[in-house]
């Protein structure tokens, strides 16, 4: 009989590593994901996906309960003996892993036959084949490190202290296709003819009621699992599901996450960047009492030059602030870092930037403030329009108001293509909030609605654009 670690196959792991070896191994306890589920809920690929994205080690534990139940079919053992059962167990050599070896032979197709389908249950349902096989699994995880381990009761006995616990269902019917397109593409031990859809739905059904109700180690959800249902939903996405739940996002990096707080660092790059707009350019704020005293909302200034995103800080004092900012702008390392430390969120411009709409989703849910130019870039004139629908996606995904500042002075001090800051008089006016109505959490945001917000909001910044031109003595 094979023993320790040479018994398994590691499966391949091109995936980010969620340890390594050494010093900085031993401070972080091993990743422990368990997934559970019924037959054709989808348990063997997802779990290789995550396991493949995470970097861990990944094993089918419902290739070794079929591995037993082919032996015994080939040996002639009786499915009612469960003491030859267990000896059996005992004395097979396996190796699990991208292929499936039971005493040298390669096993990988033939386990997945539909007649190890219609006796594994009875075969598992032994309690001492389970004792035997339950062992060499919990050796197994002891013997790796991060692991993604999948079965009919991992997250309840195998590995109940995991990390994660997922349980995964499907319905009825999907789970049926499943299973028969994965049978077409097996070649079949011993001649045997492919099931009908109707009759593997109804094989299914029977072997559920067997595996929930027996009494060992019935297929049951833990407690405290991750309930996830695979009907048309994609690998991508659930795998992506289970990173969010950990902490990762969908490169394996860990989520960013905004911190609201006013840091040391952030103090000292906001007092000097805003320390010197005001004796530069002379700023004076009116309008300051529109600003919200609490709670999460997006600042949206008129934008008629570079250094609008500096100036809009003097409007909303005592809060940090967060910025929609082109991506372009980390191309200057000094100026990335510094819009970074000041809260910059950086845009890709060239299409949808998900992963920045997703930042600025958790900016304003963690009651953070946003600051977002509906203009979208630098614009000329007097004239506010076109805005882009982002400023009131945002606060109606969110359910925040949306305010609106104008800034002048600006276009002056530092035009479009200028390279030079001109000392100059800069005035701004803070609009009256603005609302739109209430989403409901988890529900798409109507196009009528944002595009209505949208209109406001064009109104409102043209508005406080115009109060600041006229404070400025550059409108009548």
Not at 234 to 258: K, N
Not at 312 to 325: C, D, E, N, Q
Not at 375 to 393: F, M, S
């Amino acid at each position: 009989m094979v023993t320790g670690r040479d018994r398994w196959h590691r499966s391949p792991s091109p995936g980010r590593a969620l340890a390594t070896p050494g010093a900085g191994a031993a401070t972080r306890r091993a990743l422990r994901i368990a997934v559970d589920g019924p037959s054709g809920s989808g348990k063997s690929t997802f779990a290789r996906a995550l396991a493949e994205k995470l970097g861990a080690s990944y094993l089918d534990t419902g290739a070794m309960y079929r591995a037993v139940a082919l032996a015994a079919i080939r040996e002639g053992i009786p499915l009612e003996a469960e003491a030859e059962l267990a000896a059996r167990a005992r004395s097979a050599q396996m190796l699990v892993g991208e292929r499936v070896m039971l005493d040298g032979l390669d096993v990988t197709d033939a386990i997945r036959d539909a007649s190890v389908d219609a006796v594994v249950s009875e075969v598992s349902a032994h309690p001492a084949v389970r004792s035997e096989l339950v062992r060499r699994q919990r050796e197994w995880i002891d013997a790796h490190g991060d692991v993604v381990v999948e079965g009919r009761d991992i997250g309840t006995v195998v590995m109940a202290d995991a990390s994660l616990k997922i349980f995964l269902t499907a319905d009825a019917s999907e789970r049926a296709r499943r299973r028969l397109a994965q049978q077409a593409e097996a070649p079949r031990d011993g001649g045997n003819s492919l099931q009908s859809k109707d009759s593997l739905r109804q094989a299914m059904e029977q072997r559920d009621h067997m595996d929930s109700s027996r009494d060992a180690s019935p297929l049951v959800p833990a407690s405290d699992a991750l309930m996830l249902d695979t009907t048309g939903r994609s690998i991508a996405a659930l795998v992506a599901t289970v990173q969010a739940r950990l902490g990762l996002d969908v490169t394996g990096g860990e989520v960013w996450q905004p911190d609201t707080r006013i840091t040391p660092i952030y103090r000292l790059c906001r007092g000097l960047v805003v320390g010197f707009v005001r004796a530069w350019f002379r700023i004076k704020v009116a309008g300051r009492e529109n600003v919200p005293s609490g709670g999460g909302f997006v600042v949206a200034p008129v934008h008629r030059s570079f250094i609008d995103f500096a100036v809009a800080a003097t409007a909303v004092p005592g809060r940090k602030l967060f910025y929609m900012v082109k991506q372009e702008i980390w191309d200057i390392a000094w100026l990335g870092r510094l819009v970074g430390a000041l809260g910059g969120i950086p845009v890709n411009r060239n299409g949808v930037d998900r992963d920045a709409v997703r930042r600025a989703e958790q900016v304003l849910s963690a009651g953070g403030v946003l600051v977002i130019f509906p203009e979208g870039t630098r614009r000329e004139g007097r004239k506010v329009t076109d805005l882009q629908e982002g400023a009131a996606y945002l606060a109606l995904r969110a359910n925040v108001p949306v305010v609106p500042v104008g800034i002048a002075g600006t276009d002056r001090a530092m035009p479009k293509g200028s390279h030079w800051i001109r000392p100059v008089s800069v005035r701004l006016r803070v609009g009256e909030p603005i609302r739109g109505p209430l989403a409901e959490p988890g529900r798409r945001v109507p196009r009528s609605a944002i595009r209505s917000l949208t209109s406001e909001l064009e109104a409102g910044v043209q508005d406080a654009y115009d109060a600041a031109s006229r404070d400025l003595g550059e409108l009548a």
